[in-house]
């Protein structure tokens, strides 16, 4: 199986993309790339966050929230 096909939407957003996609601000998402909990590609002078990236945080943040009852 080819992951590239089976992704549905962009491999990799520009920043205001992706902070939209958080609901986030863009000086928010620059913070989570500074403390290492973005990844970001460098193409030229231009910086993108992998799609894989965003989803990851998010599950990595889900997973950490306590369950209520």
Known sequence: MNPV??????LLYRIPEAAAAL???RT??????QR????????GA???VPAASLRAFVEQRAA???TTK
């Open 5 to 10: 096909k089976e992704q549905a939407g962009p």
């Open 23 to 25: 609901a986030m601000s």
């Open 28 to 33: 928010v998402v620059y913070e989570l790339i």
């Open 36 to 43: 290492g909990e973005l990844q970001v590609v460098h193409i």
């Open 46 to 48: 231009s910086a993108r």
């Open 64 to 66: 950490a929230e306590p």
